[in-house]
């Protein structure tokens, strides 16, 4: 890398720590910069897992108050989390990578979209009758997003904001928090996996680490404060070049 996508990594590590802790999609800044400074798909999707890991651990050290009471329900909930991680990681590992790219292409616009329609569903979500322990179907909903974390990531959050705002009575802030807890053992699971068996760029890996703890303790402080609807704008706008990008390689 030159020193200019050096500066580049790392302010996209900036952002993506930040957006993971306020909201998740955070990997739609990061991974489309790793390609635009020539990682191959899946040393970029892998490296940039490895990167988000320590900002995922500052984002939940920033909620802390918020976590205060959910241990008995992150503990229910942990095992199905590393369980999807480690199939989607191995999936990920297994097919090639014309199938990555095509999937790839997929959930990153399914990702955009989601974070499009967030504030329709918070809206939604207000008024719904919710239950105290979420039960199995929120359960088997950690297993999937898990997996698809562990496969690819961006977006995971809100798919497990979504969820559990459906499934659980409880206030979104602590939601927020919780769903921080539960990406974080999605991406170290799936990290250690990444870190033994893949390439990996550790350069890439450190300078998107090195930015996202700085973002996720940014986040946790003061992303409350961000502007949402220019903030959904960005990111839509980064996850569509991302698309093209992978369908012009």
């Known amino acids: 890398m030159t020193p200019w996508e050096m500066v580049a990594v790392l302010a996209a590590g900036v952002a993506g720590g930040a957006i993971n802790t306020v909201v998740g999609s955070g990997s739609l800044i990061t991974f489309p910069t790793l390609l635009a400074v020539g990682l191959p798909p899946i040393t970029a999707n892998v490296s940039n897992n490895i990167g988000l890991v320590p900002g995922g651990l500052t984002g939940v050290m920033g909620y802390r108050a918020e976590l205060s009471g959910q241990r008995a329900r992150l503990l229910r909930l942990a095992p199905a989390s590393l369980a999807g991680s480690l199939a989607g990681a191995v999936l990920l590992l297994s097919l090639p990578e014309r199938t990555f790219t095509a999937v790839v292409t997929v ?11 967030q504030p329709r569903l918070s ?5 719904r009758p919710r239950h105290a322990h979420g039960g199995p179907w ?26 559990m705002g459906v499934l659980l009575d409880e206030d979104l802030q602590r939601i927020n928090a919780a769903k921080n807890v539960l990406v974080v ?16 760029d550790w350069l890439a890996v450190l300078l998107v680490a090195l930015g996202s703890m700085a973002g996720g303790f940014v986040g946790a402080r003061m992303g409350r404060r961000l502007p949402a609807p220019v903030l959904r704008g960005v990111i839509v706008c980064i996850g569509v ?3 093209v990008k992978l369908l012009t390689e």
Do not use: E, K, P
Request: glycine letters at 14%; charged letters at 5%; a neutral charge.
């Open 107 to 117: 959930l990153i616009a399914l990702s955009c979209a989601m974070v499009m329609i």
């Open 123 to 127: 809206r939604l979500l207000a008024d």
């Open 185 to 200: 053992l999605v991406n170290a699971t799936a990290a250690v996996l990444y870190a033994l068996v893949a390439h990996v």
């Open 241 to 243: 070049a991302a698309i």
């Open 138 to 163: 929120l359960w088997l909903g950690a297993l999937a997003s898990g997996a698809y974390g562990g496969y690819f990531g961006a977006g995971q959050g809100i798919l497990l904001i979504g969820l």
